[in-house]
Nanobody, 124 residues
Framework: QVQLVESGGGLVQAGDSLRLSCTAF????????MSWFRQAPGEERKFVAG????????LYADDVKGRFAISRDNAKNTAFLQMNSLKPEDTAVYYC?????????????????WGQGTQVTVSS
């Protein structure tokens, strides 16, 4: 079992950057695929980015490709989401999720462990 704690959200202006962190508490962090999802009010939770256990495979949603970058530091049990060129439409609660699997999958229903979420608000 693993517990996930996100941090790094906040209120920024369009064009700014933020880096989200997701720290895992538990064993075998390096064995988990880690992903970020986001959920805006009234919308379903959507896949943003994912990274496999050793970082050699990443996957992004089309609307963040080229602006966001996911990474991980297995020595620190932490995954990151660097968000650049933020837009008002990026406003949402961002969640990290973990799955004990070797590949990256996009479906929220596939993930076993979730953090509590961190709010990101981008003003125009």
């Amino acid at each position: 079992q693993v517990q996930l704690v996100e941090s790094g959200g906040g209120l920024v202006q369009a064009g700014d950057s933020l880096r989200l962190s997701c720290t895992a508490f538990g064993r075998r962090f390096s064995s988990y695929t880690m992903s970020w999802f986001r959920q805006a009010p009234g919308e379903e939770r959507k896949f943003v980015a994912g990274i496999n256990w050793n970082g050699d495979t990443t996957l992004y949603a089309d609307d963040v490709k080229g602006r966001f970058a996911i990474s991980r530091d297995n020595a620190k049990n932490t995954a990151f989401l660097q968000m650049n060129s933020l837009k008002p439409e990026d406003t949402a609660v961002y969640y990290c999720a973990a799955l004990l699997i070797t590949v990256v999958v996009r479906g929220a229903d596939d993930y076993a462990y979730w953090g509590q979420g961190t709010q990101v608000t981008v003003s125009s």
